[in-house]
């Protein structure tokens, strides 16, 4: 089985930081594509940034220049460092990743969503 745990999110203020973490565990062959979503209430789940096992990183309009997504293969672990937070970025952060298990071959898999509120 496969897991992914996210750590990270809380309270800050605009113009904070803060860094969201994702560990992935299990029956792990190869971790694919990785990346971050983001929930506000009402609204629908959105992409934030997306990285791949190789190659360039992408970003939503909203988030660039101020979100950074890498990942430490090593460790199995995404980050997602948010820079210059505003309001419009409270939401509910999900990480992602399409991970190559040794039990159920290519499937994509979900954290359990991690808070990120930003006062004014």
């Known amino acids: 089985q496969v897991h ?3 750590s990270g999110g809380g309270l800050v203020q605009a113009g904070g930081s803060q860094t969201l973490s ?3 565990s299990g029956s792990i062959f190869r971790i694919n594509a990785m990346g971050w979503y983001r929930q506000a209430p009402g609204k629908q789940r959105e992409l934030v940034a997306t ?3 190789g190659g360039s990183t992408n970003y939503a309009d909203s988030v660039k ?3 950074t997504i890498s ?3 090593a460790e199995n672990t ?4 948010m820079n210059s937070l505003k309001p419009e ?3 509910v952060y999900y990480c992602h990743a399409t991970i190559i298990s040794s ?5 994509g898999y979900w954290g359990q969503g991690t808070q990120v509120t930003v006062s004014s």
């Open 4 to 6: 992914l745990v996210e």
């Open 22 to 24: 994702c560990a992935a």
């Open 51 to 53: 990285i791949p096992s």
């Open 65 to 67: 220049g101020r979100f």
């Open 71 to 73: 990942r430490d293969n």
């Open 78 to 81: 995404e980050y997602l460092q």
């Open 89 to 91: 970025d409270t939401a």
């Open 103 to 107: 039990t159920r071959g290519s499937s």
